[in-house]
C-alpha cells in the first residue's frame, strides 16, 4: 500500500500480478525476443509510424551511417545495443535497414574504432 512501489495487498492482486507477469513471458517465449518492446509498447509503436511517416514524406531524421572498412568485428555495438540488433552485421553487409532501432546511440558510445556516425539524412 504504498505509492511508490508495486504492492500486493490481497490474495487477487497477486493471481492478477503473476497473470500479467506470465502473459508477458508467455508473449516473448512464443514471438521471440524483444516482442514487449517491438510489437506492444506504445512508445515503439509511435516511433514506428514516426519512421514510416518521415520515409513517406522524404523528411531529413537523424540515421546512424557506418563505415564498413573500418570495423573489426569486435562485436561490441551488437553486444550493447539495448533492442538486441544485430549491429556489427549490419556494418559489415553495410545495410542499416532496421526500424528497430531506437536511436539511443549506445552503439556509437561503444566503439571504439570510430565506424559509427550520426547524420541527418533523407
Ligand atoms: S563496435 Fe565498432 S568495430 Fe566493433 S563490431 Fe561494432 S562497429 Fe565494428
Ligand atoms: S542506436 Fe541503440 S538501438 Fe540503435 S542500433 Fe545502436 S545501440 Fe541499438
Redesign the pocket.
Known sequence: MVDTKVSVSSFHDLIRYYIITMSIILITIVLGKRTWCQYICPMYIFNYIGMNIGSFLKLPSLKIT?KSE?????????NNCLMGIE??DM?KNNNWNTKECIQCGK?LN????D??KRKWKK
Open positions: 557506418c573500418k570495423c573489426t568485428q569486435c562485436k561490441r555495438c551488437t549491429v556489427a556494418v552503439c561503444v566503439c571504439k574504432c565506424v559509427l
